[in-house]
């Protein structure tokens, strides 16, 4: 029983070598691949960076109700919601001649 068990142990060694040993090959042609297609263009497309427009040059004036608003600015977005929610609130609770209501 020895020498049967043995010559597993031998056979699960040896193909776990060389599945080992393939995909290190593989691994080396992939990244010999990459390397050979690379452009001087792939630095730019990898860029994550925004342009925003400067509100301070000419014709790019904006009113004070529309000013950007950013998503940490929780709770003026909030104020504004409420705001105008008071205001379509306070319309739709005049009466009136017709049946439409503002949403």
Do not use: W
């Amino acid at each position: 029983m020895t020498s049967e068990n043995s010559k597993l142990i031998m056979t699960a060694v040896g193909a776990a070598v060389a599945g080992a040993a393939a995909a290190l090959t593989v691994s080396h042609l992939v990244q010999q691949s990459r390397a050979n297609t690379k452009t001087d263009n792939d630095d730019y497309d990898r860029r994550t960076s925004m342009i925003f427009e400067d509100p301070t040059s000419e014709g790019l004036q904006r009113s004070s109700s529309s000013n950007v608003i950013f998503p940490h600015n929780h709770e003026e977005k909030m104020r504004r919601l409420v705001a105008a929610r008071a205001v379509i609130e306070e319309d739709n609770s005049m009466p009136r001649n017709s049946v439409t209501v503002r949403v």
